[in-house]
């Protein structure tokens, strides 16, 4: 498994339209590791008329007849809110 651990920062305003609640506005991802998962364990053949290649199972299968190698997993790190009010120009 190829597993991705990112931030997630959610940035919110008050705006005229709902003056009373807060609303996210932009979403900001940041990817701070990643743990590969190797080589496809289950590689496939493809053919198209006389030429055939062999690929990853990750290129060909959905993801749950994907080898362990090539599944993904994303884990959250940590989530943070702010304000805009909060957030450097």
Do not use: K, N, S
């Amino acid at each position: 498994m190829t597993i991705y651990v990112v931030d997630i920062e959610y940035i919110t305003h008050t705006c005229p339209a709902w003056p009373d609640e807060p609303h996210i506005f932009d979403t900001r991802r940041t990817v701070i590791d990643v743990i590969p998962g190797g080589p496809c364990r289950t590689p496939v053949t493809i053919r198209c008329g006389d030429a055939t290649a062999v690929i990853p199972c990750y290129r060909h299968e959905p993801a749950d007849r994907q080898c362990g190698a090539c599944r993904i997993i994303v884990t959250q790190h940590t989530i943070t809110t702010r304000h805009l009010d909060e957030v450097p120009a």
